[in-house]
């Protein structure tokens, strides 16, 4: 399963380190996560003047990801985030929101209401139950994900045993080739 990682970067602060740390901690601890972050596949110097080529390269991985996992921590502003995030529930991408604003935000009370997202709230007075609540949520998906993918196995294996084509009453089967029938004689 291939999961993009939304967190803010251009506006990034000293603040988010304890959600980032806790989101990090479960991300590199769960298997058969395969992950994109873009603050990691991008390297910008200092004085390079904005692209939108960047943004638009983002939004094409967010379209072949199976999950999006955004990082939304107070306190930080982020357009690139809400971009992805937009995206991939257009492209019917499942979210998974971990943030600490949840009681203090208008747009995350309608992204929370979206079908296919999932918030999970961080907790700075307990990080660890936080974190655990991100694992079991991203264990959730990749079991859902592995039931999508046996389920499409299993229709393109059956669609590879499909009968030969039929006209009307007659099977239509490949004619042998000549040379076939004259050494059967």
Request: proline residues 9%; glycine residues 4%.
């Amino acid at each position: 399963m291939i999961a993009y990682i939304a967190c803010p970067i251009d506006q990034a602060l000293e603040d988010q380190r304890q959600l980032t740390a806790s989101a990090d901690y479960v991300l590199d601890r769960t298997i058969n996560l395969v992950q994109f972050r873009p603050e990691h596949g991008w390297m910008i110097l200092p004085g390079t003047r904005p692209d939108p080529k960047l943004q638009q390269a983002n939004l094409r991985v967010v379209e072949s990801a199976d999950l999006l996992v955004a990082l939304l921590p107070s306190g930080v502003p982020t357009i690139g985030v809400t971009l992805e995030i937009t995206h991939a529930l257009a492209n019917r991408i499942p979210v998974v929101v971990y943030t600490d604003l949840l009681d203090h935000s208008w747009s995350l009370a309608w992204v929370a209401d979206q079908p296919g997202v999932e918030v999970v709230r961080f907790s700075h007075e307990d990080p660890e139950a936080s974190a655990s609540r991100l694992s079991q949520v991203l264990k959730d998906h990749q079991a859902q994900y592995a039931a999508r993918s046996n389920h499409d196995d299993l229709h393109s294996r059956h669609l590879s045993l499909t009968p030969p084509p039929v006209l009307g009453r007659f099977l239509i089967l490949p004619l042998p080739h000549p040379e076939d029938t004259e050494n059967s004689k």
